[in-house]
C-alpha cells in the first residue's frame, strides 16, 4: 500500500527557508486523482492545512500562508516538496504530509486525507 | 482560531457513548457532505475515521460513525474501550478558494 515519509533539516535559522520533502512509496504521485498535502500541528495546537499539490500540478494554499509557500512535484524521484520562506518562531512545528481524495477525480472538491506520512518535528530557532 | 469549533474537551467511561460536534458554516460543514474525522494519538500520524460525513474506511471500528445537521457534523463513538483516548479533528471541504479546514481538535478521555 501506498506510504508517505517526510525528511528534512529538524532545525531552521530565524527567516531562512523551510525544505521539506516527502517521499512516496507503493504507488505512482502521477497516477490518481490526489491531492498530495502539507498540514502542520505547533506544540499544543491544532492541525492546520498549509496546500497542496494536486496530481495536475495545480495547486491551493492556505491564504494566511500563501505568500510564503510553495509546493512542488518530483515524479522522477516520486516525491514531493514544501518550501516554507521566512520562517519564524511561530513556524515551529510536526509538519505532516498526506494524500487527500479527489470527491469528482476533477481536482475541485476535497474528500478525505486518507493515508499520511509519520510526521517531521521542524524548530525555528537561531 | 479554528475555523471549524470542536469542544476542547470531552469524557466517558468504558462501554458509553459520547459525541464530539463540529460546527461550521454555511460555506463549509453546512453546504457540502464533504466532513471527514480523524484520531491522533500523541507522536503518531493522525488516522482517518470517518470520510464524507459518514463512511468508514476499511478496518475502522464500525463503534466510530458521524452524521451532520445543518451547519454542524458530529462523530459519536460507542462501547467506548481505553484505547479510543486521543485527540479527535474534524475537517471540511470550504469551497474553492479557502479549500481545507480544520476544527482546533478534542482532547477524548476515557475514565
Known amino acids: 500500500q501506498v506510504q508517505l515519509q517526510e525528511s528534512g533539516p529538524g532545525l531552521v535559522k530565524p527567516s531562512q527557508t523551510l525544505s521539506l520533502t516527502c517521499a512516496v512509496s507503493?504507488?505512482?504521485?502521477?497516477?490518481?486523482?490526489?491531492?498530495w498535502s502539507w498540514i502542520r500541528q505547533p506544540a499544543g495546537k491544532g492541525l492546520e492545512w498549509i496546500g497542496h499539490?494536486?496530481?495536475?500540478?495545480?495547486?491551493n494554499y492556505n491564504a494566511s500562508l500563501k505568500s510564503r509557500v510553495t509546493i512542488s512535484l518530483d515524479t522522477s524521484k516520486n516525491q514531493f516538496s514544501l518550501k516554507l520562506s521566512s520562517v519564524t518562531a511561530a513556524d515551529t512545528a510536526v509538519y505532516y504530509c498526506?494524500?487527500?481524495?479527489?470527491?469528482?477525480?476533477?481536482?475541485?472538491?476535497?474528500?478525505?486525507?486518507?493515508?499520511w506520512g509519520q510526521g517531521t518535528m521542524v524548530t525555528v530557532s537561531s | 482560531q479554528s475555523a471549524l469549533t470542536q469542544p476542547a474537551s470531552v469524557s466517558g467511561s468504558p462501554g458509553q457513548s459520547i459525541t464530539i460536534s463540529c460546527t461550521g458554516a454555511?460555506?463549509?460543514?453546512?453546504?457540502?457532505?464533504?466532513v471527514s474525522w480523524y484520531q491522533h494519538h500523541p507522536g503518531k500520524a493522525p488516522k482517518l475515521m470517518i470520510y464524507e460525513v459518514s463512511k468508514r474506511p476499511s478496518g475502522v471500528s464500525n463503534r466510530f460513525s458521524g452524521s451532520k445537521s445543518g451547519n454542524t457534523a458530529s462523530l459519536t463513538i460507542s462501547g467506548l474501550q481505553a484505547e479510543d483516548e486521543a485527540d479527535y479533528y474534524c475537517c471540511s471541504y470550504a469551497g474553492s478558494s479557502t479549500f481545507v479546514v480544520f476544527g482546533g481538535g478534542t482532547k477524548l478521555t476515557v475514565l
Open positions: 507503493g504507488g505512482s504521485i502521477s497516477s490518481g486523482s490526489y491531492f
Open positions: 498526506a494524500r487527500g481524495l479527489d470527491y469528482y477525480g476533477s481536482g475541485s472538491y476535497f474528500s478525505a486525507f486518507h493515508i
Open positions: 454555511s460555506s463549509d460543514v453546512g453546504s457540502y457532505n464533504l
Open positions: 499539490i494536486y496530481t495536475s500540478g495545480s495547486t
